[in-house]
């Protein structure tokens, strides 16, 4: 269980560390030796810069997505039929706090990706769906409602609707625990656990920690563009995936260690 002290700083230490934050540190250290090791500083503020390019990149991105993380694979029917799960447990992916085309908060993009894969799984199994999702460490007072039940309010517009809300996480770790303490009321022992491909390993990590066995259902694998010349020029979509392949590593490494 993380302290509400240390929850509170993981945002916060999160962007510190992470690009482009974390590279421009390093500029303005470099900066700051440069004027008194002349040689050395230089160096920092070449590596900085070259870093900041790499990870702004597709192709870096998918290259740590498939070096730095463990690969899962997709769900097919055939395995999902063999492990015959009793219910579609989606883990959230984010808040749009301020959607004014929505008259208020909005799932993210990557929470509406694994919304959908979740009712796909649900509709064809003809089984209840679960989100899981409170109000994350970094949400600000303009989120009221938990991320679970705004997920419930676009999944009723979408036409499969959400059986069971978790409103309670704060993060992955929460979500495993939550989820489990709730399904086990409810006789649930085997799931199909939908999230993100670069999410999925530490997802099955919380998991295996609980009473509950799953079978990953993973979407929004990062992979890098056909031509290759694009894959190596910075681009927003290249930063935003290596910030997550990053933090998962991270994260990763802080659960191993913990």
């Not at 007072?141 to 059986?163: D, K």
């Not at 056909?226 to 020029?233: A, C, E, K």
């Amino acid at each position: 269980m993380t302290p509400d002290w240390l929850g509170a700083l993981k945002p916060v230490l999160t962007a510190l560390v992470l690009p482009p934050a974390g590279p421009l540190l390093l500029m303005v250290a470099g900066w700051w030796l440069a004027r008194r090791v002349r040689f050395a500083g230089r160096l920092v503020l070449i590596l900085s810069w070259v870093g900041l390019w790499w990870v702004s990149t597709q192709g870096a991105a998918a290259w740590m997505a498939h070096n730095l993380l463990p690969q899962v694979a997709p769900a097919t029917p055939a395995a999902v039929r063999a492990f015959a799960p009793q219910a579609v447990v989606v883990l959230g992916g984010g808040v749009q706090p301020r959607a004014p085309e929505w008259g208020g908060a909005a799932l993210s993009a990557s929470s509406r990706e694994r919304l959908a894969l979740g009712q796909h799984w649900a509709k064809q199994l003809r089984l209840p769906l679960m989100f899981s999702g409170g109000r994350g460490w970094g949400a600000g007072a303009a989120q009221q409602p938990s991320e679970a039940a705004i997920a419930t309010q676009e999944a009723q517009r979408t036409g499969v609707p959400i059986t069971w809300q978790e409103v309670e996480s704060r993060d992955t770790h929460e979500n495993a625990q939550r989820t489990a303490a709730w399904l086990t009321l409810q006789g649930v022992q085997r799931v199909l656990l939908v999230t993100h491909a670069w999410h999925m390993p530490r997802a099955q990590n919380e998991f295996a920690q609980t009473t509950l066995r799953v079978l990953p259902a993973p979407v929004g694998y990062i992979q890098a563009q056909s031509h290759t010349l694009l894959n190596w020029l910075p681009s927003g979509d290249g930063l935003r995936e290596s910030r997550w392949v990053l933090r998962e590593a991270l994260a990763r490494l802080v659960f191993t260690l913990w």
